[in-house]
């Protein structure tokens, strides 16, 4: 089993800044892929920012040029620092792992609410 644990979540005013952290443990045998995702209520969940095993990033472009995605691959875990926050970035931030062969898995959520 794999385990997917997010934190770093919270509230913050618009224009303001936080870091998600999700810190991967347990039976992983090579990782493809690692992400982040959000879920606003009321929407589907969508792709915030995703880095590749390579080093390759994509990021949505709602968050491009605002949010960086990077990782410590020794430690297995993943970040996610947000930049200039605004109500419409509130969401469930969720942790995504492509984990060659297993599968996926997904941790828990961090709720990010951006208010004032």
């Known amino acids: 089993q794999v385990q997917l644990v997010e934190s770093g979540g919270g509230l913050v005013q618009p224009g303001g800044s936080l870091r998600l952290s999700c810190a991967a443990s347990g039976r992983i045998s090579f990782i493809n892929r690692m992400g982040w995702y959000r879920q606003a209520p009321g929407k589907e969940r969508e792709m915030v920012a995703v880095?590749?095993?390579?080093?390759?990033?994509s990021y949505g472009d709602s968050v491009r040029g605002r949010f960086t995605i990077s990782r410590t691959v020794e430690k297995n875990m993943l970040y996610l620092q947000m930049n200039n926050l605004n109500p419409e970035d509130t969401a469930v931030y969720y942790c995504?792992?492509?984990?060659?062969?297993?599968?996926?898995?997904w941790g828990q959520g961090t709720q990010v609410t951006v208010s004032s």
């Open positions: 880095i590749a095993i390579g080093g390759s990033i």
């Open positions: 995504n792992v492509v984990i060659v062969p297993s599968g996926v898995y």
